[in-house]
């Protein structure tokens, strides 16, 4: 399997050639030169996503260097729960935040610090965090002897616990606060990797849902889950996710090309109305982040626009998919219902899903629950008027000290800081 980029096909790598580089060299993202086609009947047998994964990946692996170490890396990545409950209205949630950091980003976050541990070289790890992405990729590298990692996160625009979660490991992960929006810490991400001197003399690799090797790997639950679900139900279900950045949602549409049973996919945005505006008006049209609850998703301009632009044109996506926009206050009212409603509690970002399969009629339906509610207590406790458990992983992280440095939103200022 080859990987080719975005704007042009004329130069294709092999994964861990992808995966080094994160970004082409013409500014693309990698996406593969095909998708395999599969059939439920592939996967008879398998029923751990651990296993599905194995399965799946395969292709992708192909003739590259770490073929030979797929096993070991989904051993070592996807060893945490990843678990579909079925609710009423024939609806069900896939639950992604059972991961050391409680983020559905411990998948990709992990499945890459497997990879680039079996990669020669010493690497510097960049990566743009808007709150969940920039802890689960602390955690899995933290203490990984062949890498530096950076953490850019926009100041007072996170959580207090997502930051802490991303500030206290210390030794090789240094965290910046950046005095702007998350659009400003992904900018800086691509000019570091713009500036070839800099970044090659770093070995810099991006942790982001930019490089393959984060993105790849969450096909793996959206494969498992429309399988459980076709198994014991007997139908295609649709997907509703959460989406900020684009990275979760084009896992999944790469899912459903390799054949995967998934009727339809939902993207629920928040107040950042970027995607839902496409699909209305077919104008692609980034712009500033609006901040909301769900700051995770605060994102104006997505950076896997251009994957799912790959994959499919505007007309193809109408077919296959819808976007929804969710309010704060529509986000703070299905927080404060869901224990009566579905006997649940949602962090923000789950509840803009929640928000919108209560607005659709159509039944067979799988909500992506993308974080733990206890990372946002400060918004979901006072809003259900109970305290959320925290998980034992979250709770040992509380307990860490913090450690950030604040900078300009301008990569000179990073540049001057990792001097």
């Known amino acids: ?83 579909l409950n079925f609710l009423k209205n024939e609806t069900a949630v896939l639950e992604l935040f059972h991961g050391p950091t409680a983020a559905f980003k411990d998948v990709g976050a992990r499945f890459l610090a497997a990879c680039v541990a079996r990669m020669p070289g010493r690497r510097t790890i960049i990566v743009a965090t808007s709150g969940d992405t920039g802890g689960a990729v602390a955690a899995a590298f933290a203490e990984r002897s062949n890498v530096e990692v950076v953490i850019l996160f926009p100041k007072g625009k996170i959580s207090a616990r997502q930051q802490q979660q991303l500030t206290c490991w210390g030794d090789n992960v240094r965290a910046f606060a950046v005095l702007g929006v998350f659009d400003d810490c992904q900018r800086i991400v691509k000019t570091a990797f713009a500036d070839r001197e800099w970044s090659e003399r770093r070995g810099l690799l991006s942790a982001n849902s930019i490089n393959l090797g984060r993105l ?44 995967f049973p998934i009727r339809e996919i939902v993207l629920a945005t928040n107040r950042n109305r970027t995607l839902p505006d496409y699909f209305e008006t077919g104008e692609w049209s980034p712009r500033q982040t609006i901040p909301t609850l769900a700051n995770a998703m605060d994102v104006g301009s997505p950076s896997n626009f251009e994957r799912l632009q790959n994959l499919h044109s505007l007309a193809q996506l109408r077919q296959i998919a819808r976007a929804f926009s969710v309010t704060d206050e529509e986000i703070s009212q299905t927080i404060a219902e869901g224990i009566d409603r579905w006997g649940q509690v949602w962090c923000p970002h789950t509840a803009t899903a929640v928000h919108v399969r209560e607005r659709l009629s159509e039944p067979n339906w799988i909500i992506v629950a993308t ?49």
């Not at 034992?392 to 450690?403: G, I, K, Q, T, W």
Request: proline share 8%.
């Open 1 to 83: 399997m080859r990987f080719y980029s975005t704007r042009s096909a004329s130069q294709s790598l092999t994964l861990s050639e992808a995966i080094s580089q994160s970004i082409a060299s013409d500014g693309g993202l990698y996406v593969p030169e095909r998708f395999p086609t599969v059939n439920a009947d592939d996967f008879a047998g398998l029923n751990s996503w651990n296993e599905i994964g194995k399965r799946l990946l395969e292709p992708f692996f192909g003739d590259d260097d770490l073929r030979n170490h797929l096993s070991d890396i989904c051993d070592e990545a996807f060893n945490f729960p990843v678990t």
């Open 371 to 419: 974080a733990h509610p206890a990372k946002f207590d400060s918004i979901v406790e006072p809003l259900i008027k109970q305290a959320v458990p925290t998980p034992p992983s979250l709770a040992a992280v509380l307990e860490r000290p913090s450690r950030f440095e604040e900078i300009e939103p301008t990569f000179e200022a990073l540049r001057k800081s990792l001097s």
């Open 216 to 259: 790849l790997p969450q096909t793996v639950y959206y494969a498992a889950s429309s399988l459980w679900y076709f198994r014991q139900r007997g139908v295609q279900p649709g997907y509703i996710i959460p989406t900020g950045n684009l990275g979760n949602a084009v896992a999944a549409f790469w899912t459903k090309a390799m054949g």
